[in-house]
């Protein structure tokens, strides 16, 4: 039997296994992906779910070295959407079908904050009687925050670790108590305990990281039990600190590549949770989320948030689809599902089934 194969037969695979993997090319990266799609079909079928993602704030507390809408830069104008254009957005999602929608914003922790969130939860409940999934993505709270939202009616919440060695996530954040790993950690573990579907993901292809970094990022996940991962490739932006370290990167087609590949690998490590196709792959290839649904991904987040604000939602550069309306992109994503062999799952909440068994543990 070939190293590939034997590697793709044993479980749980080792540290060393996952770096061998991370490197593979040709045909062992073929087998790789094939292996990756078979477990998929196997354990989560071939239908995708949606997440209509609604950016709904540039505003951040936060000054992350590698964000483009940190808290220090002057140079993005900054908005925050009404509460009847998030509705909107909603009511756009729900009625074409998406099943679920995410909250995102920068991080802002206040009583008004919190309330606001907490109503606009109930006004989600109310369009949609109930029935649609609501994602949050909106950074660390404290626990009763978090209770807060789970009672008017958010059930899953995304919270990256970004870089699950506390020395590299160190070096990408600064030194201070809001940027702290251990509370982040901890937040993530209030999530868990609290009884959300708890997501997390990481960046891939930063300056610093080495490949034993990628692979423990899988072994965390694993590890921590997580129902959702949303990771996705690091791409600069020329507004943050840690653009002057970019001529360390590897190339966006490494990071591009590298992508698919821990998508794949932690298909085959966690068989039935949700994985997204990051948006951020689309803005290196423009059919970037298509091959990650190849690879093992099973989930996609069209950006639903009105068109005139998205230009200023700017992580990193060229982000994709940012002049475009949301009924653009749900026809171009129908015929380029299509083409990769799934099927959009229209109408379904698309809960992960790790949640379920994790519960019933
Ligand atoms: N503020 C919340 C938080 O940080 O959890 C949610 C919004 S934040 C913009 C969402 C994600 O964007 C982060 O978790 C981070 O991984 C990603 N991100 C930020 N800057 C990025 C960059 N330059 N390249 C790729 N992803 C980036
Ligand atoms: Fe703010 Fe999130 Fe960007 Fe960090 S990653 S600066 S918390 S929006």
Redesign the pocket.
């Known amino acids: 039997m070939s190293q590939i194969d034997s590697i793709l037969h044993q479980a749980p695979l080792s540290r060393n296994d996952i770096v061998y993997l991370l490197k593979v090319e040709g045909q062992e990266k073929k087998r790789l992906f094939e292996a990756a799609r078979r477990v998929k079909s196997q354990y989560v079928g071939k239908r995708v779910y949606f997440r209509g993602l609604i950016?709904f704030s540039n505003i951040?507390s936060?000054n992350?070295y590698?964000?483009?809408?940190r808290r220090a830069n002057q140079n993005t104008e900054r908005y925050n959407l009404t509460d009847s254009e998030i509705l909107d957005a909603v009511r756009f999602a729900y009625e074409n079908q998406y099943g679920s929608v995410v909250l995102?914003?920068?991080?802002v922790s206040s009583p008004a904050f919190t309330r606001r969130i907490s109503g606009l939860l109930r006004k989600i409940q109310e369009i949609s009687g109930g029935t649609l999934g609501v994602t949050l993505?909106?950074?660390?709270q404290p626990e009763e925050v978090y209770r807060e939202w789970l009672e008017n009616g958010a059930h899953r919440y995304?919270?990256?670790i970004?870089a699950s060695n506390r020395q590299l996530y160190q070096k990408l954040h600064p030194q201070d108590q809001i940027h702290d790993y251990d509370n982040r950690l901890e937040s993530l573990r209030t999530l868990q305990r609290v009884g959300y579907q708890t997501g997390t993901?990481?960046?891939i292809g930063t300056p610093f990281q080495r490949w034993e970094d990628l692979a423990d990022d899988l072994l965390f996940m694993r590890d921590f039990d997580i129902d959702m991962v949303g990771m996705?490739?690091?791409?600069?932006?020329k507004d943050?600190p840690?653009y002057k370290y970019r001529d360390q990167l590897v190339s966006e087609q490494e990071r591009f590549q590298l992508t698919l590949k821990m998508t794949a690998i932690l298909r085959i490590m966690m068989k039935d949770i949700n994985i997204a196709a990051a948006t951020?792959l689309q803005a290196i290839d423009p059919v970037g989320r298509e091959k990650a649904l190849k690879a093992g991904a099973n989930v996609i987040m069209p950006n639903v948030t009105p068109g005139m604000y998205r230009n200023n939602?700017k992580?990193?550069e060229n982000k994709p689809c940012t002049d475009e309306q949301a009924a653009d992109c749900t026809n171009c994503l129908d015929v380029r599902i299509g083409m990769v062999g799934d099927e959009i799952a229209y109408g379904e909440r698309g809960d992960p089934k790790h949640f379920f068994v994790r519960k019933n543990q």
């Open positions: 950016e951040c936060k992350c590698y964000c483009g809408i995102q914003s920068g991080e993505s909106l950074g660390e995304l919270l990256r970004e993901g990481v960046m996705g490739p690091y791409i600069e932006h943050t840690l951020a939602y992580l990193y």
